[in-house]
């Protein structure tokens, strides 16, 4: 994928199996959110392909890859700001995958999913009056309302406190064992992507560096010349 004569993807390929918790780590403009902008459906790549469950998706609209159980969240969240938190995620399902037939199942349904993210006593307050802690919550809450098989994160840990960071984590480790689902995620928050990834992929300047188990990509030297730098916290 090229932005005029700048290259952002340079013929990455990687596998991700079902159940996985993928990281996807790299310096700012490493290429991840134009990864996860090909993948999801937002941008059609100049070359190469997007096989999902054996199918090429590449270039489908954002809706079918929704309809096809891939979801992406977003670094700037952006919500319904004047409905409800409720509301929001009852979009979500409706606009999902196996969609609901009545909008009182499609509201049963959202429920579940705050309760699952710990939303259930905002459920009537105003999306825009949310505190950032929150709003990360919610956008994630929308992304699982489409019932989804593949869910790719884009920096939601991004601006919480290490207390909040913690409570996401235990969150995402949660979703992750209840739903079977399998994740990717860009995240620049260490001890996140240490903490929860079973494998990660490293991206420079649109090209892929590094793939494997946390502690190896720790001490790997062109990870750490690239991106992590001499010393990392883990």
């Known amino acids: 994928m090229a932005f005029g004569g700048?290259?952002?993807?340079?013929?990455?390929?990687?596998?991700?199996?079902?159940?996985?918790?993928?990281?996807?780590?790299?310096?700012?403009?490493a290429?991840?959110?134009t990864l996860f902008s090909i993948l999801s459906g937002f941008l059609t790549p100049i070359h190469g392909s997007v096989i999902l469950k054996g199918e090429d998706i590449t270039g489908r609209k954002p809706q079918h890859i929704t309809r096809k159980g891939m979801v992406r969240t977003f670094q700037v969240v952006r919500p319904f700001r004047h409905m409800t938190v409720l509301e929001n995620v009852t979009v979500g399902v409706l606009f999902g995958?196996?969609?609901p037939s009545t909008?009182?199942?499609?509201?049963?349904r959202a429920r579940?999913?705050?309760?699952?993210?710990?939303l259930s006593p905002l459920e009537s307050?105003?999306?825009g009056d949310l505190g950032i802690a929150d709003h990360k919550r919610l956008e994630l809450a929308r992304a699982l309302a489409t019932n989804p098989e593949i869910l790719l994160l884009d920096e939601v840990l991004a601006g919480l406190t290490p207390a909040e960071t913690q409570e996401a984590m235990d969150i995402l480790l949660r979703i992750h064992e209840e739903m079977?689902?399998?994740?990717?995620?860009v995240e620049h928050v260490m001890k996140a992507v240490m903490g929860l990834s079973q494998r990660i992929v490293v991206?420079?300047?649109?090209?892929?560096?590094a793939e494997g188990a946390p502690r190896d990509i720790l001490e790997d030297s062109k990870v750490i010349e690239a991106y992590l730098g001499e010393h990392v916290e883990h």
């Open 31 to 33: 290429g991840k959110t």
């Open 125 to 127: 307050a105003v999306s």
């Open 97 to 99: 995958r196996n969609r």
């Open 6 to 29: 700048v290259t952002a993807i340079n013929e990455i390929s990687f596998r991700v199996e079902k159940g996985e918790i993928l990281g996807i780590i790299g310096s700012n403009g």
């Open 180 to 185: 079977g689902l399998t994740i990717l995620m």
């Open 112 to 118: 579940t999913v705050l309760d699952l993210v710990g």
């Open 103 to 108: 909008r009182s199942e499609a509201r049963r």
């Open 203 to 209: 991206l420079h300047y649109g090209a892929r560096i």
